[in-house]
């Protein structure tokens, strides 16, 4: 089955610096990477998403890039703001299954 | 609000009770997920249910018992569960074989005592 890693698990930024999470993922079948923001005591929600035929998405400060030959995706958070501290998921769906990285709890230090 | 409700929010269980998760989806979906979120895994998937049928059990004791009457209804009977059981437990549905967003309930907080 599906195999999803994410690194790192914590990270910590500077207010207006920007911060980078990794995935990778071991089905080559996948072809759906969603991103999920949750923020304390909250449902995890999409913030962004890739297709499979799409290299790159941006979403104003939010980008993601995906790189299916590697099998690896990224997601990018420019210009932070303290609304951005949460835990973010990554994920891969192939075979209509959605299977979730560990997390990354990010903060941001004002 | 996502579309997806989940009851009870909150539940305290005894070893010996039995008790049942409901969720309910009102989006059209036709796959439905149970996951449990703890400290150790925080997102795992336990069940998928596609178009009413089950299409994964990623080795979940058989203490969790899912079940799902129909496309908009998913729901988890529990019994003799045990402490490390306590986890909040997520529900979530997408439109099956299609690459869009999984939605998820507000999830309900489980201990077990």
Same mark, same amino acid.
């Given at each position: 089955?599906?195999?999803?890693?994410?690194?790192?698990?914590?990270?910590?930024?500077?207010?207006?610096?920007?911060?980078?999470?990794?995935?990778?993922?071991?089905?080559?079948?996948?072809?759906?990477?969603?991103? #999920?923001?949750?923020?304390?005591? $909250?449902?995890?929600?999409?913030?962004?998403?890739?297709?499979?035929?799409?290299?790159?998405?941006?979403?104003?400060?939010?980008?993601?890039?995906?790189?299916?030959?590697?099998?690896?995706?990224?997601?990018?958070?420019?210009?932070?703001?303290?609304?951005?501290?949460?835990? #973010?998921?990554?994920?891969? $769906?192939?075979?209509?299954?959605?299977?979730?990285?560990?997390?990354?709890?990010?903060?941001?230090?004002? | 609000?996502?579309?997806?409700?989940?009851?009870?929010?909150?539940?305290?269980?005894?070893?010996?009770?039995?008790?049942?998760?409901? @969720?309910?989806?009102?989006?059209?979906?036709?796959?439905?997920?149970?996951?449990?979120?703890?400290?150790?895994?925080?997102?795992?998937?336990?069940?998928?249910?596609?178009?009413?049928?089950?299409? +994964?059990?990623?080795?979940?004791?058989?203490?969790?018992?899912? +079940? @799902?009457?129909?496309?908009?209804?998913? &729901?988890?009977?529990?019994?003799?569960?045990?402490?490390?059981?306590?986890?909040?437990?997520? @529900?979530?549905?997408?439109?099956?074989?299609?690459?869009?967003?999984? &939605? &998820?309930?507000?999830?309900?907080?489980?201990?077990?005592?």
């Amino acid at each position: 089955g599906e195999n999803v890693e994410q690194h790192p698990s914590t990270l910590s930024v500077q207010e207006g610096d920007s911060a980078v999470i990794k995935c990778t993922y071991s089905d080559s079948a996948s072809n759906y990477f969603p991103w #999920y923001k949750q923020e304390l005591g $909250k449902r995890p929600q999409l913030i962004i998403d890739i297709r499979s035929n799409v290299g790159e998405k941006k979403d104003q400060r939010i980008a993601v890039t995906l790189n299916k030959t590697a099998k690896h995706f990224s997601l990018h958070i420019t210009e932070t703001q303290p609304e951005d501290s949460a835990v #973010y998921f990554c994920a891969a $769906k192939g075979n209509e299954k959605l299977t979730f990285g560990t997390g990354t709890r990010l903060t941001i230090i004002p | 609000e996502t579309g997806v409700t989940q009851t009870p929010r909150h539940l305290v269980m005894g070893m010996t009770n039995k008790k049942s998760l409901k @969720c309910e989806q009102h989006l059209g979906h036709n796959a439905m997920y149970w996951y449990k979120q703890s400290a150790k895994k925080p997102l795992e998937l336990m069940f998928v249910y596609n178009f009413k049928e089950q299409t +994964e059990n990623n080795s979940v004791p058989s203490r969790f018992s899912p +079940e @799902c009457p129909n496309s908009s209804h998913l &729901f988890l009977h529990l019994h003799t569960l045990q402490p490390e059981d306590s986890a909040l437990y997520l @529900c979530a549905s997408s439109q099956a074989s299609l690459n869009t967003e999984a &939605f &998820f309930g507000q999830g309900t907080r489980l201990t077990v005592v």
